[in-house]
Nanobody, 124 residues
């Protein structure tokens, strides 16, 4: 059974940093793309960043470029999202997802597995 478990969310002041973790288990993810998404109240879930498990290629949405960094630890089967210079508009529930694809995609409907989410709140 595939499990994606996020952690690391919390309350932080604007300008601060958080590191989210996504622990993956239940299968081999070597051929997967791992993505981070977020959903703010009243808004649709949106793509933030993704990384290919093999090779480590990454892709970011424009709002994340230069502030967020996605990375992975193969030995721990864990994907991270380092978030710096946080803004109030980054407030959302952040989700980890896995996609059985050879290329990075941003469409939420194409991801096969999802975590339960972790809340990030940025105060002004």
């Amino acid at each position: 059974q595939v499990q994606l478990v996020e952690s690391g969310g919390g309350l932080v002041q604007a300008g601060g940093s958080l590191r989210l973790s996504c622990a993956a288990s239940g299968r081999t993810f070597s051929n997967y793309v791992m993505g981070w998404f977020r959903q703010a109240p009243g808004k649709e879930r949106e793509f933030v960043a993704a990384i290919k498990w093999i090779g480590g290629s990454t892709y970011y949405t424009d709002s994340a470029k230069g502030r967020f960094t996605i990375s992975k630890d193969n030995a721990k089967n864990t994907v991270y999202l380092q978030m710096n210079s946080l803004k109030p508009e980054d407030t959302a529930v952040y989700y980890c997802a896995a996609d059985r694809s050879v290329r990075i995609v941003v469409d939420t409907s194409l991801y096969d597995y999802w975590g339960q989410g972790t809340q990030v709140t940025v105060s002004s």
